[in-house]
């Protein structure tokens, strides 16, 4: 088989929440997971990226394990291939690098073992296997995405026309989403939860329709999750405090954190940038953008060449 062949997957990063979008809203970023596959003897990952090269080099891989479990259950066998993977997906710090897995493990059962899946039945699995459809919905269509998750049904919606300026905040350190989890309160009451629905509900309006200020109000008016995981990331108040002064309309804790996400009124990003750099001189300051593509896949199924 000739390189040009060679099966290659891309999947963007992706940011949940936006504050107030508990584990239904998600938007896809400009980092990548990406892969590229050819035939071998026995599974073999190659990892590019300093990161990756903690986990395991066989089929044992997580990415190549969920692609032989999502194969299996089309009774399907994958080929064995010597796959590469890079990635610019920070691990652990809620920029959805467990998601970009899932979706490319999928994208490669569904290429390698010639599934034919459509996207909203790769968004269904993925949901499944996330436990929410917020971050794997926009590592699949790209933009940004509503999901439902009720039961093992899933429904998403995607808008590619919003037009975003961003700045991830992310710092050295992980944060497991399991810690992130267990700071929430199990119960919230009636009227609580409505108003926290209300906020949610108003943040995707403002959203569509282009109301920064209103959208970035809303932001800070989370009820469900960024009240408690404060105690976790501690840079989220600076943030919230420091970035308006800078030409930010709206910052929000990306996923369970501990990265922090900064919706910037345009052509201010290198100012908001500059000025929080010199509060937060310990972390990485990356201007991103909205990925609108989703998942891409070049190349053949092998058993198809």
């Known amino acids: 088989m000739m390189e040009?062949?060679?099966?290659?997957?891309?999947?963007?990063?992706?940011?949940?929440?936006?504050?107030?979008?508990?584990?239904?809203?998600?938007l896809s970023l400009s980092l990548y997971l990406e892969l590229q596959a050819s035939p071998a003897e026995k599974w073999e990952v190659i990892p590019l990226s300093e990161e990756l090269k903690a986990f395991p080099a066989d089929e044992s891989n997580f990415i190549i394990a969920t692609a032989l479990q999502v194969a299996k259950q089309y009774n399907k066998e994958?080929?064995?291939?010597?796959?590469?993977?890079?990635?610019?997906?920070?691990?652990?710090?809620?920029?959805?690098?467990?998601?970009?897995?899932?979706?490319?493990?999928?994208?490669?059962?569904?290429a390698l073992g010639e599934?034919?899946?459509?996207?909203?039945?790769?968004?269904?699995?993925?949901?499944?296997?996330?436990?929410?459809?917020?971050n794997v919905g926009a590592s699949i269509f790209g933009g940004l995405v509503v999901g439902c998750q009720l039961g093992?049904?899933?429904?998403?919606?995607?808008?590619?026309?919003?037009d975003l300026e961003l700045l991830a905040i992310i710092p050295n350190e992980e944060l497991l989403t399991k810690a992130a989890r267990d700071v929430l309160p199990a119960v919230m009451p009636f009227a609580e939860a409505v108003a926290a629905g209300a906020v949610s509900n108003l943040l995707v309006a403002a959203l569509l329709t282009g109301n920064d200020k209103l959208a970035g109000k809303m932001m800070s008016l989370d009820k469900?999750?960024?009240?408690?995981?404060?105690?976790?990331?501690?840079?989220?108040?600076?943030?919230?405090?420091?970035?308006?002064?800078?030409?930010?309309?709206?910052?929000?804790l990306s996923g369970a954190g501990p990265t922090v996400l900064c919706f910037i009124e345009k052509g201010k990003t290198e100012a908001v940038k500059a000025g929080l750099q010199k509060l937060l001189p310990g972390m990485?300051?990356?201007?991103?953008?909205?990925?609108?593509?989703?998942?891409?896949?070049?190349?053949?199924?092998?058993?198809?060449?």
């Open 4 to 26: 040009s062949e060679m099966l290659q997957i891309k999947v963007p990063a992706s940011t949940a929440n936006l504050g107030p979008g508990f584990d239904s809203i998600g």
């Open 78 to 110: 994958l080929p064995p291939c010597r796959v590469t993977v890079a990635s610019e997906i920070p691990l652990a710090r809620g920029l959805g690098s467990s998601a970009s897995a899932i979706v490319a493990a999928i994208e490669l059962a569904d």
């Open 115 to 134: 599934l034919c899946l459509t996207k909203e039945e790769k968004f269904i699995i993925a949901t499944n296997m996330e436990g929410h459809p917020d």
């Open 152 to 162: 093992e049904e899933a429904d998403v919606e995607v808008i590619h026309s919003v």
């Open 224 to 252: 469900y999750h960024q009240p408690y995981r404060k105690q976790l990331v501690p840079h989220l108040e600076l943030i919230e405090k420091e970035a308006p002064l800078l030409g930010a309309y709206g910052v929000a």
């Open 284 to 305: 990485s300051l990356l201007p991103v953008e909205m990925d609108k593509e989703g998942a891409v896949v070049k190349g053949k199924s092998y058993t198809s060449i």
